[in-house]
């Protein structure tokens, strides 16, 4: 049954993008013919890079492609993606006091896919402003399942909290940086796992592309999200082909999966710290840690179910 339904998913969309497409045409003629109305919003700037995956374990997988980005500030763009954190929330949510940029991958012609979407989250420091927190969206395919959490951008480790691919177990925790965005960005993520050691690692870099040379954002991400797309299925279908072990979505063989992962994320953070004299304490597992509360309710997660019709 689902995988009748992504078969149906993926001919809406095909469908759907195609016709919406034939509108780009009309789109850049509007846009010569009043010129007034030709600006980019300014508070939007553009990346081409890079993505790197690399699989070691149990056989070695690697490949490679193509993305663009928009990172938006949220506090003055005029035009952000539905589906995300507004500039306050993202401060709530990081515990800071500064602008918020929003990194990720915009619909195009009616079709959204976004694996990793950051948020940078800055402090002001008097006249200046400081990269403090970053808080990462994950979002996985075909399910729409999302993962929302803060980590420390300059080095940090998580627990894994989302079943991201069906060729890898939800065992083993998350190690995440990112830079603070400029003329080039990256971002990398590697994970460790208790068996197959840093047996995978996923990595952007990208470079900024000069906003004279966007003419029309719509044009600049035709298709984006539909290769990107392309890439996640065409992958999975070369892992079966290499016999990796195709593993069951936790929701079927472990439901309490999103409670053992806050709890080991907990554990992560908070082992170890010298607490003696803290009048702010989290009981967890016969010890004491402070230093273990978040945004989400105690939890550094917050979860989003999967859309229709995986729900």
Same mark, same amino acid.
């Given at each position: 049954m689902e995988l009748l339904y992504l078969l149906c998913s993926i001919l809406y969309t095909s469908i759907t993008s195609f016709f919406?497409? *034939?509108?780009?045409? &009309? $789109?850049?003629l509007l846009r010569r013919l009043l010129p007034s109305r030709a600006a980019v919003d300014s508070s939007v700037s &553009? !990346? /081409?890079?890079?993505?790197w995956h690399d699989r070691l374990r149990p056989v070695r997988h690697s490949f490679r492609y193509s993305v663009r980005y928009a990172l938006f500030d949220l506090d003055n763009a005029l035009n952000v993606p539905p589906d995300h954190l507004s500039a306050d929330e993202a401060r709530m949510v990081s515990h800071t006091t500064g602008p918020i940029f929003l990194l990720t991958i915009p619909p195009s012609v009616g079709y959204e896919q976004n694996p990793l979407s950051l948020y940078y989250c800055y402090n002001l420091e008097g006249s200046s402003k400081r990269l403090s927190k970053c808080i990462a969206q994950v979002t996985n395919t075909p399910w729409g399942e999302r993962v929302t959490f803060v980590f420390d951008p300059?080095? +940090?480790v998580v @627990?894994?909290? *989302? /079943?991201?691919?069906?060729?890898?177990?939800m065992l083993g925790n998350w190690k995440m940086r990112a830079n603070e965005p400029g003329d080039e960005l990256s971002v990398s993520i590697e994970s460790q796992h208790p068996q197959h050691g840093n047996y995978f690692s996923a990595t952007l870099k990208a470079k900024r592309i000069p906003q004279e040379r966007v003419s029309d954002p719509a044009v600049f991400f035709w298709l984006m999200p539909h290769k990107v797309a392309i890439w996640i299925y065409w992958h999975a279908l070369k892992l079966w082909w290499k016999n990796v072990p195709f593993i069951q979505h936790p $929701? !079927?063989?472990?439901?309490?999966y999103r409670e053992e992962s806050a709890k080991r994320d907990q554990e992560l953070r908070c082992v170890g *710290? +010298?607490?003696s004299n803290s009048d702010e304490t989290i009981k967890l597992d016969g010890f004491k840690a402070d230093s273990c509360s978040s945004s989400f309710g105690g939890c550094r &997660? @917050?979860?989003r179910d999967a859309n229709w019709p995986w729900s």
């Amino acid at each position: 049954m689902e995988l009748l339904y992504l078969l149906c998913s993926i001919l809406y969309t095909s469908i759907t993008s195609f016709f919406l497409s *034939l509108l780009l045409p &009309f $789109r850049l003629l509007l846009r010569r013919l009043l010129p007034s109305r030709a600006a980019v919003d300014s508070s939007v700037s &553009f !990346y /081409q890079g890079t993505v790197w995956h690399d699989r070691l374990r149990p056989v070695r997988h690697s490949f490679r492609y193509s993305v663009r980005y928009a990172l938006f500030d949220l506090d003055n763009a005029l035009n952000v993606p539905p589906d995300h954190l507004s500039a306050d929330e993202a401060r709530m949510v990081s515990h800071t006091t500064g602008p918020i940029f929003l990194l990720t991958i915009p619909p195009s012609v009616g079709y959204e896919q976004n694996p990793l979407s950051l948020y940078y989250c800055y402090n002001l420091e008097g006249s200046s402003k400081r990269l403090s927190k970053c808080i990462a969206q994950v979002t996985n395919t075909p399910w729409g399942e999302r993962v929302t959490f803060v980590f420390d951008p300059e080095s +940090d480790v998580v @627990a894994k909290s *989302l /079943q991201v691919s069906p060729f890898m177990d939800m065992l083993g925790n998350w190690k995440m940086r990112a830079n603070e965005p400029g003329d080039e960005l990256s971002v990398s993520i590697e994970s460790q796992h208790p068996q197959h050691g840093n047996y995978f690692s996923a990595t952007l870099k990208a470079k900024r592309i000069p906003q004279e040379r966007v003419s029309d954002p719509a044009v600049f991400f035709w298709l984006m999200p539909h290769k990107v797309a392309i890439w996640i299925y065409w992958h999975a279908l070369k892992l079966w082909w290499k016999n990796v072990p195709f593993i069951q979505h936790p $929701r !079927y063989s472990n439901p309490s999966y999103r409670e053992e992962s806050a709890k080991r994320d907990q554990e992560l953070r908070c082992v170890g *710290l +010298d607490v003696s004299n803290s009048d702010e304490t989290i009981k967890l597992d016969g010890f004491k840690a402070d230093s273990c509360s978040s945004s989400f309710g105690g939890c550094r &997660f @917050a979860w989003r179910d999967a859309n229709w019709p995986w729900s």
